[in-house]
């Protein structure tokens, strides 16, 4: 971003980490799941300090595109979720760092089944 006062540079790990914390702010969202499960096997649930793990930021012709995985609570409505997520994301980027996005994508890697005791 260009200003009067100069030049503002923002790393993919920033933008990443504020995608990753608006996405579990959201009802039904277990956690951030790894892009890289598919390959792996399994699904992990990254904590915070690895959210730039499950957030890909993806800069086309002089936008921002976001694809963010996600692993969903047993029982919630996965459409809603996700539109939320989408709407959420979207919110705090423009908000929080002043970017518009062109797109964010969110990708259900699992669901998971809350054990009640």
């Known amino acids: ?3 009067e006062f100069g030049t503002i ?3 993919n790990d920033v933008i990443s980490t504020v995608v990753g ?3 579990t702010e959201i ?3 277990v956690g ?3 892009r890289k499960h598919v390959r ?3 699904n992990e649930i990254l904590n915070r300090e690895n959210f730039s793990r499950g957030v890909v930021i993806r800069q086309e012709e002089g936008e921002i595109a ?3 995985y996600i692993i969903v609570s047993y029982g919630t409505k996965i459409t809603e979720v996700s539109k939320n997520v989408q709407e959420r994301v979207r919110y705090q980027l423009e908000n ?3 970017i518009v996005t062109q797109s964010v994508n969110v990708f259900v890697q699992g669901v998971r089944v809350q054990n009640e005791m």
């Open 9 to 11: 540079e923002m790393s």
């Open 96 to 98: 929080d760092l002043g």
């Open 27 to 29: 009802f039904g969202i």
């Open 32 to 34: 951030m799941a790894s």
């Open 40 to 42: 792996d096997g399994l």
């Open 1 to 3: 971003m260009n200003n």
């Open 21 to 23: 914390g608006a996405a």
């Open 66 to 68: 976001v694809d963010v």
